[in-house]
């Protein structure tokens, strides 16, 4: 039985991750962080908690890490933890370098330290590439990393330290190059869900208004289930490399809202105002990957479309927004 260790294991990619995992007959190992409210701190995965092995654990506490990995063994350990939202980057911008950049070289030397025949997948983002777009409209694994927020240059140099140990130290260490992917169990303060969950109050009654930032941004959204499919895959290559993850299709934000609504029956421009909050110092403003490298490599393709993704969020938040 092959042993898995993921970091982020509560959060939306972990939880499906695990399920995927455990599907293949994985012993499936993971670390949550301690939260007041104890219910919330494995939320996620609590339906799967009786096939688990979860520990307290933080990638800041080298300590921690280096004592589970030696005790585990794991073959393959996925580096999924992370201050996640882009904007709030800009609100802690230490603490984001700290987790996404520094508590990724903690576990890589904890790696380095007590498993080095183990496999090591860092979860890096098209965030990186910021302003940057290929002559033909994508980015690929070859265009330059111009990240515009703290997050983005957080994720850089956990991609670069992972590129590094990989040539150093000959270790098994890759890189997926992740582009937006959604689920119902996303986040509710990442546009996707927020639209979907807001669009739905206001279907019910319970809400009249729905307050966004910038709707001229383009995002490359695919579903998180096709995504974790890929990291097991790019992880298990015989050659350790980076690969892009993305559907290859890009849709506004404007977009998007307007799908969301219109299959709820509403007009969008009636409900959405614009509230400065939500916009960012500075946007990305426009997404769209190649992933035609790892598509060839695995023939990997994903199974849901734009339209089944965003319908199956909105089916989600029908049924368990309650009146
Ligand atoms: P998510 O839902 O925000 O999950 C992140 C998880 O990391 C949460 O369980 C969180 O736990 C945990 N975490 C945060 N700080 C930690 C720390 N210091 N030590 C241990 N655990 C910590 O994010 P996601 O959407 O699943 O994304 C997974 C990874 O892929 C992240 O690294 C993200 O940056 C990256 N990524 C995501 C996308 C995307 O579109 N979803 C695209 C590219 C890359 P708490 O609940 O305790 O905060
Ligand atoms: N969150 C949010 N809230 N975003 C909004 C809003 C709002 O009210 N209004 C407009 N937007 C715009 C943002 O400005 C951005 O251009 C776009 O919607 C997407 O925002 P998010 O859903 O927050 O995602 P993100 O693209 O910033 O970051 C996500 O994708 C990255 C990969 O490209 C996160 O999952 C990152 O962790 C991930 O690395």
Redesign the pocket.
């Known amino acids: 039985m092959k042993k898995a260790f993921i970091t982020g294991i509560n959060g939306q990619d972990g939880s499906y991750l695990t399920e995927y995992l455990l599907k293949l007959g994985y012993e499936v190992h993971g670390i949550i962080r301690r939260n007041s409210v104890p219910e919330h701190q494995q939320s996620r995965i609590d339906f799967l908690r009786k096939d688990l092995h979860v520990s307290y654990g933080d990638l800041l506490d080298v300590s921690g890490l280096e004592r589970l990995l030696k005790n585990i063994q794991p073959d393959e350990i996925y580096n999924l933890a992370?201050q996640?939202?882009?904007?709030i980057s800009f609100d802690v911008p230490q603490f984001t370098a700290q987790v996404n950049a520094l508590g990724a070289l903690n576990l890589l030397e904890a790696f380095r330290n007590t498993c080095p025949d183990s496999k090591y997948y860092q979860a890096s983002?098209?965030?990186m590439f910021g302003t940057s777009i290929g002559e033909n409209g994508y980015q690929s694994e070859t265009t330059p990393l111009n990240p515009t927020s703290p997050?983005g240059c957080a994720?850089v140099f956990a991609f670069n330290i992972t590129r590094n140990y990989r040539k150093s130290y000959k270790l098994h260490a890759v890189n997926g190059i992740?582009?937006?992917h959604e689920s119902p169990r996303r986040g509710s303060?990442?546009?996707?869900n927020?639209v979907v969950k807001g669009a739905v109050m206001i279907k019910k009654g319970l809400a009249t208004k729905l307050?966004?930032?910038?709707?001229d941004?383009y995002?490359d959204w695919g579903h998180s289930k096709d995504y974790v499919r890929a990291m097991h895959m790019i992880i298990n290559h015989n050659i350790p490399d980076d690969f892009v993850v993305a559907t290859g299709q890009t849709h506004s934000?404007r977009e998007m809202t307007d799908y969301v609504f219109s299959k709820l029956g509403l007009d969008y421009k009636k409900f959405v105002i614009q509230n400065p909050i939500?916009?960012?110092p500075e946007?990305?403003p426009y997404?769209r990957g190649d992933s035609s490298k790892l598509r060839k490599t695995f023939d990997w393709t994903p199974e849901y479309t734009f339209n089944a993704l965003m319908d199956e969020m909105i089916d989600f938040w029908m049924e368990n927004i309650k009146i």
Request: glycine share 4%.
């Open positions: 992370a996640s939202h882009v904007r983002s098209s965030e997050y994720k992740l582009f937006n303060n990442f546009v996707t927020k307050e966004l930032g910038n709707m941004s995002r934000v939500f916009l960012r946007e990305l997404l």
